[in-house]
Structure formats: structure tokens, C-alpha cells
């Protein structure tokens, strides 16, 4: 007789001990989800809007523990300061829990690129345009006296003497540059009398200069993200449709007569905005 114990006669005390153990584990998978790496795209300026939209994907993600870490997909030339500061202040909120990658698609200009300096890593392709650090601001016009309007000072109707404006302007300048400076730590290769040119670059230069971390691609900087909280099994998605938001219908920047998009925004006041030179017509 042989007692020999063969995996296709297993003994039933085996049997005992293992089928609970499957059991178990298939409950578990059906009850604890999948870990996310979420994505969060901008593809557009940085107003009211779409910063509002942003705000809610992050809040999302820090709210949902399958979201273990986010990348941030920009393809933006910026847009206004308190716009930007409101979104870099809950980004600087969600890197405390979870890590943060950038992946600069065509473009992270200005704004853009101080939400990009709030996260850990940042990708970008070789030709994409980063940086023009700088401020942009529209100068209150020279106070005059209207016979039929009072004010109850100089600058009721105006808001600020130009001279004021100019210093606020260069105060948001040298914050964005701290911003900066703090975010890159020593991966910046270059002072402030490089950064605050306003130049833009392209990804192979901002590699040399230390703005951004690697030459690579959204799919890099999933795989980075993933590394970074450690996971392994995972799955990729877009916080846009879980946040449950829609396409924003406001247009940001002007329109010609002819209905073209033009590269400036429709108000007047302070931007970390990229604006690129218009076609010469022949």
C-alpha cells in the first residue's frame, strides 16, 4: 500500500486549511479596490474655471486611499496668479500624503510651470516648452476726473497707483522664483538672473538647466508616480470623470471679429501667462 501523500490525493485536513485561505482571498480582492495612480489633465489656461476643476480632482484624490499617488498632465501656457496660487497651495496639501509626478506634454509655461515645480519629479519631452518665469500685468490707467462721478479717493476708481501695481508685480515675480528655487532645490543648475529672463525652453535645455527632472513621457511618469508609493498592481484614471466634472464653457482668452482664439486673455489684471508672438502677415 502506498501512503504516499501525491497533490492529487491531498489528505482533507489540507483541504481544510487552504480552501479558507482562498476564500478569504477572494473576498478581500472584491472588497478592497485596486490602487489607482490618478491623472489630472490640463489642457487649457489657468482661470477660474479650470482651477476649480483641478481643486476638486486633487481633493479627490486625497479623499480616495485606492488614489495612492497623481500625475499631472499639462499642455497649458499658464494664466492668472490667484488662479495658480490656489491650486499650489492644495497641491502642496496632497504631496504631504501622496506623491505628485508632472509630465509636460506641449507645453508648461509660466503658471504652469510654478504648479509643475509643486510636484516631486517632473517629465518632459525633448521639444516640449517650459519655464517663462515672469509676471505679466495690465497697468491702471492715469487717474482723471469725471464731473459726474464721485469717488471718495484718487484711486476709487482704479484701485491702485501705477507705481503700487509695479511693485506687487515684481513682489509676484520673486515669489515665483522662491517657488522655484524651493521646489527644484539643488537640481536647479542655474540663479535667478537666468530664471527670471522669462525665457522659455525647450525640454532638453530645462533638463540642463535643472527646471525639470528627465526626458520622458505621461507614461513615464505613471510608472514613476507607481514606484514612488510602491505599488506594483495597479491601474491608471482620469480624476476628471471620477470627480464628476464637465467641459468648462468659458472661453479665456479674446476673440478677433472674425471669431479666431487670440493668445491674450479677455480681462485685465495680473498673469503667470505665457503669451506667444502673433503670425506676421505678409
Same mark, same amino acid.
Given at each position: ?33 485596486? *490602487?489607482? !495612480?490618478?491623472? #489630472?489633465?490640463?489642457?487649457? &489656461?489657468?482661470? @477660474?474655471?479650470?482651477? %476649480?476643476?483641478?481643486?476638486?480632482? =486633487? ?39 501622496? *506623491?505628485? !509626478?508632472?509630465? #509636460?506634454?506641449?507645453?508648461? &509655461?509660466?503658471? @504652469?510651470?510654478?504648479? %509643475?515645480?509643486?510636484?516631486?519629479? =517632473? ?160
Amino acid at each position: 500500500m502506498n501512503n504516499q501523500l501525491t497533490w492529487e490525493h491531498p489528505p482533507k485536513w489540507l483541504l481544510w486549511i487552504v480552501l479558507p485561505l482562498v476564500v478569504g482571498l477572494l473576498i478581500a480582492s472584491s472588497v478592497i479596490p485596486q *490602487p489607482i !495612480v490618478g491623472v #489630472i489633465h490640463l489642457n487649457d &489656461a489657468i482661470y @477660474a474655471q479650470t482651477a %476649480s476643476d483641478l481643486i476638486k480632482q =486633487i481633493n479627490y484624490a486625497m479623499d480616495h486611499p485606492e488614489v495612492r499617488a497623481v500625475v499631472l498632465s499639462f499642455d497649458s501656457p499658464g494664466g492668472t496668479v490667484v488662479d495658480t496660487e490656489a491650486v499650489y497651495m492644495e497641491l502642496e496639501r496632497l504631496r504631504v500624503k501622496k *506623491p505628485v !509626478v508632472t509630465a #509636460i506634454n506641449g507645453m508648461a &509655461a509660466s503658471g @504652469a510651470y510654478y504648479l %509643475s515645480v509643486g510636484t516631486d519629479y =517632473i517629465y518632459a519631452k525633448p521639444t516640449s516648452l517650459v519655464g517663462n518665469v515672469g509676471v505679466i500685468g495690465y497697468l491702471p490707467p492715469t487717474p482723471l476726473v469725471f464731473e459726474d462721478i464721485i469717488s471718495t479717493g484718487p484711486y476709487k476708481l482704479w484701485g491702485a497707483p501705477r507705481d503700487s501695481d509695479m511693485r506687487q508685480i515684481d513682489m509676484i515675480k520673486q515669489a515665483f522664483y522662491e517657488a522655484v528655487r524651493l521646489g527644484r532645490g539643488e537640481r536647479l543648475k542655474a540663479g535667478p538672473e537666468t530664471i527670471l529672463r522669462g525665457q522659455i525652453w525647450l525640454g532638453t535645455e530645462a533638463l540642463r538647466l535643472g527646471l525639470i527632472d528627465e526626458i520622458g513621457t505621461e507614461n513615464d511618469a505613471v510608472r514613476k508616480a507607481a514606484q514612488m508609493t510602491h505599488i506594483w498592481h495597479y491601474k491608471t484614471a482620469d480624476l476628471y470623470g471620477l470627480a464628476g466634472l464637465q467641459a468648462p464653457v468659458y472661453s479665456f482668452f479674446m476673440q478677433s471679429p472674425e471669431g479666431v482664439t487670440l493668445p491674450y486673455p479677455k480681462e485685465s489684471g495680473m498673469y503667470l501667462l505665457y503669451i506667444p508672438p502673433l503670425p506676421v502677415e505678409k
